[in-house]
């Protein structure tokens, strides 16, 4: 079997890149009585022996060990995994038929870091396919090249059953993988297969790429001084000459999207050639993994552990100078036991012997860093490889270190490559100097920086991107001390980056936040993996507000938390329209619900108001009682003055808008205030010759400023001054102050401002709700500024309040500007108490019996004809009899069909029938006035009969004659 090696090879390589371990072996143990056939993908012997040590523990088809730390070993092998750095290892074991015998192999992996036990590796299939290939050997047919799958057509079509079904197997094995791969031919780099993933990724099919040059698939871009295309192609042609694995930097990667555009990954790529058996190179494996995540994460990358590879390395290498001192009889032992060493390394070892200026070079795993320092066999040689533009300085440097007599030697500096590449590398050598204290050689490393550089620089352009954000973005450790701090973070907070790195965040950003608010925070993040939600934050004058947090728990490559990133973004004014719109909210439930109420109160108030006019009237000779309906009266009219608040309150009262000039309106008032107030209070009106005028209720503006001015006087019980200002203001967009956007365009606002003793800032919100009062029981309802608030709401206005304790409030009124000439309105002249004409007929649809009653007898004694419905079907039902009614007077709010409906019906039945609509909320009415059209009148509720007759008299009017 001639064959063994280079397929058990193959099938280690193929192991060691479907699984993404650092190590592969596999063991074939043959029935001939001979010691085992290994392969091995490193070359350190100390990782031989440990695998090999691992093995001789394998008890089953399937051996896993996710972590040797924590699984039982026995001594000898514990100590060989824990100096190798081996942590978890994986085996599987076959047997198969060899001639009439059985055989076996045990192919494993082993990497530097614990595996998740439930992670796919593929060691199955490929060792499937193993048994396959040397089954097929074993039974003298050709079993080679066709397990592995990508054979010529040609070879495809003469492979027999069993390795075309193996082939067939392998190609769909590997399309299948989790990896992202492309398997090339090393002559041009055409794509001879792709795995399904990089399929995905790539945002292309197999039949646009299989079969093509890789570079015409995807070609350099011209455009782009960062293309990874010539990097790439360095990379694989290293491999295609020097026939061993070759790790490539993080490449940027703009992948073309099938609908145009771009989308940017970063990849960190790795070629690695297919031997075959005579050691040439039979197809390059391109691996990538995306860790765009991880780069735009900024952390820190360290894929092989070379970090900690590095200070082991240094250590041995200072070891082995003493020894090279004291036993200059095991020279030669030595070295051979350093270039051990060195070959399980990426750095360079460099030993420059003074005496006889000879220098050695290991060589590294790194190409082509190690191979060509390896031909360095002079100082002068390694001092040509490095940049003329550092070459004087770092000779200079070292030769002044051998002159003084430091021990120690480091520098930084590049190296220029053939093909002009170049490597940045931290040189760092110890100096061995005899007993007569003279120098004698020095011996170091040479570890490449190129990567860490270009990490470096990608970190620092990223902290300058972050820079530019405007969310608060920060690092802290696990100690909770800042580690970053960005731009935006500083303005926000008032800190710059030097007061607060260093520094526990509970002294600046949560000094004033609820220690177990933090606390759950910080246990939801070491649980999960990050948190998310609102929190206090302070400022460094003291100032308080609320954040979102977006906290990400940074961790190393083997799994353990290293640090916290924080995304802050401010919630501030978020919060503030939160809390304004469930103030607005609130108002409007309060403003439906009283509504509703004043509805019911109303009704009952009809009553009571009519029936206490009616006993005034029949107790006219008997004073004492009608003192007693006098009282019910008033407290009828007080009831309703209530109702008519609320109401206003709810913007559900019913104005009578009309334009008119604000400025003579509030000076003609001024007397009424002027009486109202104290003479200590100084009244003030202020550019009231403007002549801007409003749309809007007369009565009800006039009231509403007298509310503002009493409110004014009891802030200021030692007197003060009240100023009542015009302006006019235009609003183009949205006003912070109001409490809801206005339209854009022209309000007078009415400022009202006294220096009383002002709003304390735990009730602003609650000074606008109906019935909220700071004054005792007997100094006010809390029905002012509700009324207030309804008034300027209902007139497409807004109105604000601003407020300092101790220093006076101003209150704004927002009314928008009618562009047209006052309206003026004759005045009635008086005359004799108007009546209905007598015998008219009215069709009375109303509800509530206690009201209709009451409205019934009252019609009555006007002399009228009434028909009585309790519904607006039964109603109906009368009209359509065909009995003669000349008004129609019905309530607006009834169960099933409304009055409005009723009347809409009513007119489609008898067009020229009067309408007379009555309510305690007719802003329901009001609403369909323009439909119903102009001759419809409103009678709100409550009303006494003197009312009702005078609006009959309208209404009816032409109807038959008066009395």
């Keep these: 079997m001639s064959n063994d090696a280079a397929r058990m090879e193959k099938a280690a390589g193929l192991a060691l890149t479907t699984s993404g371990n650092d190590w592969a072996m596999l063991s074939l143990y043959l029935p001939d009585g001979k010691a085992p056939q290994r392969f091995c993908t490193g070359d350190n012997p100390a990782v031989h022996a440990a695998l090999e040590a691992l093995e001789a523990q394998v008890d089953a088809d399937d051996y896993t060990l996710p972590d040797l730390r924590t699984s039982p070993l026995p001594p000898a092998c514990r100590e060989l995994t824990e100096r190798t750095g081996l942590r978890s290892y994986r085996a599987v074991r076959r047997s198969f038929r060899h001639g009439t015998e059985l055989a076996s192999f045990v192919l494993a992996v082993a990497g530097a870091s614990p595996r998740d036990p439930a992670s796919e590796d593929g060691l199955d299939p490929i060792a499937d396919l193993f048994v396959d290939g040397v089954s097929a050997r074993a039974g003298g047919t050709s079993g080679d090249d066709a397990m592995f799958g990508f054979d010529s057509a040609a070879?495809?079509?003469?492979?027999?059953?069993?390795?075309?079904?193996?082939?067939?197997?392998?190609?769909?094995?590997?399309?299948?993988?989790?990896?992202?791969?492309?398997?090339?031919?090393?002559?041009?780099?055409?794509?001879?297969?792709?795995?399904?993933?990089?399929?995905?990724?790539?945002?292309v099919t197999r039949e646009q790429i299989v079969g093509c040059a890789l570079f015409d698939v995807f070609p350099d871009d011209p455009d782009d001084d960062d293309s990874p295309v010539a990097a790439l192609n360095a990379s694989l042609q290293r491999v295609r000459q020097t026939r061993v694995l070759d790790v490539m930097a993080v490449q940027r990667y703009p992948i073309r999207r099938p609908g145009g555009g771009f989308e940017v990954r970063y990849w960190s790529p790795v070629n690695s050639p297919v031997l075959d058996a005579d050691g040439r190179v039979m197809f390059i494996i391109h691996r990538v993994e995306d860790i765009t995540d991880y780069v735009l994460a900024h952390r820190p990358s360290d894929p092989d552990g070379s970090r900690a590879k590095t200070t082991r390395l240094e250590a041995e290498i200072v070891l082995r100078s003493y020894e090279l001192k004291r036993m200059a009889d095991s020279l030669a032992l030595s070295e051979?036991?350093?270039?051990?060493?060195?070959?399980?390394?990426?750095?360079?070892?460099?030993?420059?012997?003074?005496?006889?200026?000879?220098?050695?070079?290991s060589r590294s795993a790194l190409e082509p860093l190690g191979s060509v320092l390896a031909r360095s066999t002079r100082l002068a040689d390694w001092e040509a490889c490095i940049h003329p533009e550092d070459r004087e300085r770092v000779g200079a440097s070292l030769r002044s270190g051998v002159t003084a007599g430091r021990e120690n030697w480091a520098a930084e500096y590049r190296l220029r490559l053939p093909g002009n590449v170049e490597r940045h590398v931290l040189h760092r050598c110890f100096m061995v100097?005899?007993?007569?204290?003279k120098p004698q050689r020095m011996v170091g490393s040479i570890a490449d920086l190129t990567e860490q550089k270009r990490q470096e620089a990608r970190l620092r352009m990223q902290a300058e991107m972050l820079d530019y954000a405007t969310d608060a973005i920060l690092v802290r450790d696990l100690d909770n001390r800042v580690l970053y701090w960005n731009q935006a973070a500083a303005a926000r907070y008032g800190w710059s980056s030097d007061e607060v790195i260093g520094r526990a965040v509970s002294e600046?950003?949560?000094?004033?936040?609820?220690?177990?608010?933090?606390?759950?925070?910080?246990?939801?993040?070491?649980r999960h993996g990050d948190y998310s939600g609102r929190m206090v934050h302070s400022a460094a004058d003291g100032r308080k507000f609320v954040v979102h947090v977006h906290w990400i728990l940074v961790r190393r490559e083997d799994g353990t938390p290293r640090a916290i990133l924080s995304v802050v973004t401010d919630l501030s004014e978020q919060v503030a329209l939160e809390q304004r719109l469930l103030q607005i909210q609130k108002l409007e439930s309060l403003g439906r619900l009283t509504g509703g109420m004043a509805h019911d109160f109303n009704n009952w108030l009809t009553v009571i108001l009519g029936s206490a006019e009616e006993l005034m009237d029949a107790l006219e000779a008997q004073p004492d009682l009608r003192d007693i309906a006098h009282m019910i009266q008033l407290a009828g009219e007080r009831g309703a003055e209530l109702t008519r608040r609320l109401l206003a309150f709810g913007r559900r009262q019913p104005?009578?808008?009309?334009?008119?000039?604000?400025?003579?309106?509030?000076?003609?008032?001024?007397?009424?205030?002027?009486?109202?107030?104290?003479?200590?209070?100084?009244?003030q009106l202020l550019d009231m010759g403007h002549r801007w005028c409003v749309y809007a209720d007369r009565a009800q503006l006039e009231a509403a400023i007298v509310n503002l001015c009493l409110n004014a006087r009891d802030a200021m019980p030692e007197g003060g001054k009240l100023i009542i200002q015009l302006l006019l203001v235009e609003i183009e967009e949205r006003n912070n102050e109001l409490n809801k956007p206005l339209p854009a365009g022209e309000y007078v606002v009415i400022?009202?401002?006294?220096?009383?003793?002002?709003?304390?800032?735990?009730?602003?919100?609650?000074?606008?709700?109906?019935?909220?009062?700071t004054k005792d029981e007997a100094s006010g309802s809390g029905l002012g500024l509700s009324m207030v608030y309804g008034f300027a709401k209902q007139s497409n206005g807004d109105v604000t309040i601003y407020s300092e304790p101790g220093r006076g409030t101003q209150v704004k009124l927002y009314l928008p500007r009618a562009?047209?000439?006052?309206?003026?309105?004759?005045?009635?002249?008086?005359?004799?108490?108007?009546?209905?004409?007598?015998?008219?007929?009215?069709?009375?649809?109303?509800?509530?019996?206690i009201v209709r009653a009451h409205i019934h007898a009252l019609l009555r004694e006007l002399g009228c004809e009434v028909t009585q419905a309790s519904r607006a079907e039964e109603a109906l039902a009368r009209l359509a009899g065909g009995q003669r009614f000349d008004l129609l007077f019905t309530d607006v709010v009834m169960p099933g069909m409304s009055g409005i409906e009723l009347v809409r019906r009513a007119r489609a039945m008898r067009p020229g029938l009067r309408i007379l609509l009555s309510s305690g909320y007719t802003f329901e009415a009001m609403r369909h006035q323009d439909e119903l059209g102009p001759d419809i009148r409103f009678l709100n509720k409550p009303y006494g009969k003197t009312v009702l007759a005078q609006v009959l008299s309208e209404v009816l009017d032409g109807v038959g004659k008066a009395p």
Excluded: K
């Design 508 to 526: 600046t950003l949560y000094a004033q936040c609820a220690p177990s608010d933090f606390q759950h925070a910080m246990q939801v993040l070491m």
């Design 433 to 437: 100097i005899d007993e007569q204290g």
């Design 155 to 203: 070879g495809a079509m003469a492979l027999p059953d069993e390795a075309a079904q193996a082939q067939e197997q392998f190609r769909l094995l590997f399309e299948s993988a989790p990896g992202l791969y492309l398997v090339l031919a090393p002559d041009s780099f055409r794509i001879v297969a792709a795995s399904n993933a990089y399929l995905e990724a790539t945002m």
């Design 336 to 361: 051979q036991r350093l270039r051990y060493v060195t070959r399980a390394t990426n750095d360079v070892v460099w030993d420059w012997n003074m005496a006889d200026d000879a220098l050695w070079c």
């Design 819 to 849: 562009h047209a000439e006052p309206e003026t309105h004759p005045t009635p002249e008086a005359g004799a108490s108007a009546r209905p004409p007598c015998g008219c007929a009215v069709l009375l649809v109303e509800d509530d019996p």
């Design 751 to 773: 400022a009202v401002a006294d220096n009383g003793h002002g709003i304390a800032h735990d009730v602003m919100d609650h000074v606008f709700e109906p019935f909220f009062t």
């Design 655 to 683: 104005l009578t808008p009309q334009i008119f000039a604000v400025g003579e309106t509030i000076a003609s008032i001024r007397p009424l205030i002027a009486r109202s107030l104290p003479e200590n209070i100084e009244l």
